[in-house]
């Protein structure tokens, strides 16, 4: 009997194995029903879009009310809402297209764009985009250009998506402190070479009260993002032209390198040893005791409380004279299993580049207009803070790049660098000694990143 | 073979529905994802598309990973503070268990980290371990101690999620204790008192037999629990700390799979990591055997 007993509970646990897949067979049948009878819907039926983005606060209240607006324009369209924080949203999407639940509608780093097209995961947009009213051509050419991808090259070809935004990533200075130290102001049209910002930042490190610590600091740069201005105003960067070979060993970029270590250790115009960490210096800008700090668009809105008057300027130049910085971006795509890709792509275009969308978007300060005609208007008018908004439209328009990491099939080896970078920052390291035994380690992962890419081109 | 009643087979069957719900769940969310990782292991799939049978390629790469040594070797050096809570957990459990005034209080205060959200822990300990204004390096300041930038520094930061770690479970370790001592039998200690027997006698001969199946149970868990430690990794150290320096096993297979579309690889890390903890546990299991029964 005791026999009999364990045979009926594998009985029924086959039986139940079996209910599990029968279950997962019926109802993937009954959503590619339910697909055809959508596609055969009327006019008068709801579509039901889904659109997953990430941002602050204040962002993700611009971006509903938008979307409300987008409702209220496009009857019988309903926009469900997706948020994630931050860190959490690649995870969430990359486990959505795991899962074959891709949102309809999804923001995405122009970092994974080769990555989801090769794989089918967003859709080509490039006819909604023709036959829409928008002007492509208004919209920052930089931008637009990071969606799009022929196949080979990401740049040129068919649109994949459009940019939510372009991010200037630009240098604020504290106008108050320098006026409080009598400091002539920072030209807005004409960089600092490295040694002009030394001792500007020199002058305005010191203690104010008397207590004999240091609290007042010139700057604190976080190297993740701000290494890359040093580096190619300099004449470095991380990858040939090719984007195939990692150009670290470059004595230039190790000279960038040393520079950025020495304003810590050298020359004292940053907080102490080991805080790079960004909350530090972060907190201390926003209490008003550092001179400089960058800025992003994405800033603004919480800058505008700030204690003191603060404005933009280039980031200092090296030996190039010219100044550089990294411009990012996200882009909103659609995906390729959409039911609705028309009306995805109409939402795609009414967040990225309509005039009712933008405007609400630029008004609650979360990001710089996406319509060239739009931006000039927004940073012409010096009475809104900051009052250089122009430097923003340089960095776009000009002088800004991307981030290297991002032009290739993955970011796997430009994470290393600043993985293993501390021992520089601390001035433990030599730049010279640390470029020269990273490189190897970070081509052996470049290297299988484009294997990678190759594999999944097939 | 005896027929059986109708009202047996009913129940039976009653049985088998009730059982229905967490089997069910346990084949679909655990078993079925462990197979399909299984052989995920041994393709090359992004998690995109593309899934090419490649073999053992993924295994042998896994052998010269740099990366993947550095956080195997994390994840087991945070393992130090395993016997360190199972020590602090017993040295309190001990105290709390001779009937000192307030003893609900200090289970009540020692349990709040172990219901609270593990992210929250992790975010407010990070505030905590910061090097300029955080509780750590204040409290230090107190007896003329400079704190390091705990999470900054690559010899503090393992340390410091350790610590976390070993706060966050005492709780729950205390209050297991707790209950096994609360659970041995006066008489012995009685009879060990009529023989004369000291205080650490009596410890080593009775306290810790009988707590030791308790002793197993959190060692077990402790170390599966602690393979697997990634939350507070990914929230304190987002980048996998200075060099890489508090990067564990799954925070990186969590860094390759979902940043760098290597499912494939990510999973063969996963299936030597399952297979590390089958192992140990079976070893532990094995020993467990051999020593228990002592007091008989």
């Keep these: 009997m005791a026999k009999n007993k364990y045979l009926i509970s594998i009985l029924a646990l086959i039986i139940v194995f079996a209910g599990v897949l029968a279950g997962c067979g019926s109802s993937s049948k009954d959503d590619s029903k339910s697909d055809s009878a959508n596609s055969g819907a009327k006019s008068g039926e709801t579509k039901n879009l889904t659109f997953m983005f990430r941002g602050g606060p204040d962002e993700q209240k611009a971006y509903t009310a938008v979307i409300k607006k987008f409702e209220e324009d496009h009857p019988g369209v309903k926009v469900k809402i997706v948020t994630t924080t931050a860190d959490q949203y690649a995870t969430k999407l990359k486990a959505s297209i795991a899962g074959h639940s891709v949102p309809d509608v ?19 947009i490039t006819q909604y985009v023709e036959k829409s009213s928008i002007d492509i051509n208004n919209i920052w050419p930089y931008g637009v250009n990071f969606y799009r991808y022929d196949g080979s090259v990401t740049g040129q070809g068919n649109i994949y998506g459009l940019p939510k935004d372009v991010g200037p990533f630009a240098l604020g200075y504290n106008k108050t402190m320098f006026e409080k130290a009598g400091i002539a102001l920072p030209d807005k049209d004409k960089p600092y070479t490295w040694d002009e910002f030394i001792k500007v930042n ?21 190297v993740n993002w701000m290494l890359q201005s040093f580096v190619w105003s300099n004449g470095a960067d991380w990858l040939d032209s090719t984007k195939t070979k990692v150009t670290i060993d470059d004595p230039k970029f190790a000279e960038a390198l040393q520079y950025f270590a020495d304003m810590q250790n050298v020359y004292h115009i940053t907080p102490s040893v080991q805080e790079a960490q960004t909350l530090d210096t972060y ?19 919480t800058y505008e409380k700030l204690p003191f008057e603060y404005d933009l300027i280039p980031m200092p130049a090296g030996s190039t004279g010219k100044p550089a910085t990294w411009l990012g971006s996200l882009g909103i795509g659609v995906s390729a299993d959409s039911k609705y890709q028309s009306d995805a792509a109409e939402l795609v275009m009414y967040l990225t580049a309509s005039k009712e969308g933008m405007e609400q978007l630029v008004a609650a300060k979360v990001q710089i207009p996406n319509l060239i005609d739009m931006a000039k208007t927004w940073a012409a008018d010096t009475s809104t803070k900051p009052a ?27 994470n290393l660098f600043f993985t293993d970078i501390q021992p520089v920052i601390d001035g433990k390291v030599t730049a010279a000694d640390y470029v020269k035994s990273e490189q190897p380690k970070m081509q052996k992962l470049l290297d299988k990143a484009i294997e990678q890419e190759q594999k999944s081109k097939k | 073979m005896p027929t059986k009643s109708k009202l047996y087979r009913k129940e039976m069957i009653y049985g088998y529905l009730f059982l229905a719900p967490p089997v069910i ?22 998690g995109l598309g593309q899934m090419n049978f490649i073999g053992l390629d993924n295994y042998k790469d896994l052998f010269s990973d740099e990366l993947f040594h550095k956080a195997m070797f994390n994840t087991f050096f945070m393992m130090i503070g395993i016997p360190i809570g199972l020590v602090l957990a017993l040295l309190l459990a001990m105290g709390l268990n001779r009937g ?50 705990w999470l900054a520094n690559k010899h503090t930061v393992k340390p410091a999620i350790m610590i976390m770690a070993i706060w966050k479970g005492l709780g729950y370790s205390m209050l297991l204790y707790l209950a096994a001592l609360q659970s041995v039998s006066r008489s012995y200690y009685e ?3 009529l023989d004369g027997a000291n205080g650490f006698q009596t410890f080593r001969a009775i306290t810790w037999p009988m707590v030791k199946p308790v002793t197993f149970f959190i060692v077990v868990t402790s170390i599966i629990g602690g393979s697997q430690i990634f939350t507070e990794i990914n929230i304190m150290t987002s980048t ?22 290597q499912l494939g690889y990510s999973s063969a890390m996963a299936v030597l990591l399952a297979l590390f903890i089958f192992i140990v546990t079976l070893v532990q299991f094995k020993f467990n055997e051999k020593s228990s029964g002592d007091l008989d």
Excluded: C, H
């Design chain 1, 388 to 414: 250089n908004k122009e430097e923003f439209l340089q960095v776009v328009n000009e002088y800004g790049r991307p981030i290297p990491g991002t032009q290739t099939y993955n970011a796997e080896w430009y």
């Design chain 2, 100 to 149: 000192i005034p307030g003893t609900t209080t200090f289970r009540v205060i020692y349990y709040v980290p172990v219901i609270s959200s593990l992210a929250a822990i992790s975010i407010l300990w990070q505030w905590a371990y910061n090097g300029d204004y955080g509780l750590v390096n204040q409290f230090l300041d107190l007896f003329g101690i400079k704190g390091p930038n």
């Design chain 1, 283 to 301: 907190q201390r800008w926003m209490k008003g005791e550092m001179a400089f700090f960058p800025v992003g668009p994405w800033d603004m809105s």
């Design chain 2, 240 to 261: 996998g700390g200075p060099e890489y320096s508090s990067a564990s096993a799954v925070f990186y297979m969590w860094q390759k799979a979902f940043g760098n579309f």
């Design chain 2, 191 to 193: 009879a060990a008192e």
């Design chain 1, 202 to 222: 020199q002058e305005l490190t010191k203690d104010t009260n008397g207590d004999g610590k240091i609290d007042q600091f010139g700057t604190g740069f976080n």
């Design chain 2, 25 to 46: 769940g346990m084949l679909l969310f655990t078993l079925y994802p462990m197979l399909y990782s299984i052989y995920g292991s041994f393709t090359d799939w992004d």
């Design chain 1, 106 to 124: 999804f923001y995405y780093d122009p970092g994974d764009l080769r990555a989801y097209v090769n794989s089918g995961v967003l859709a080509d």
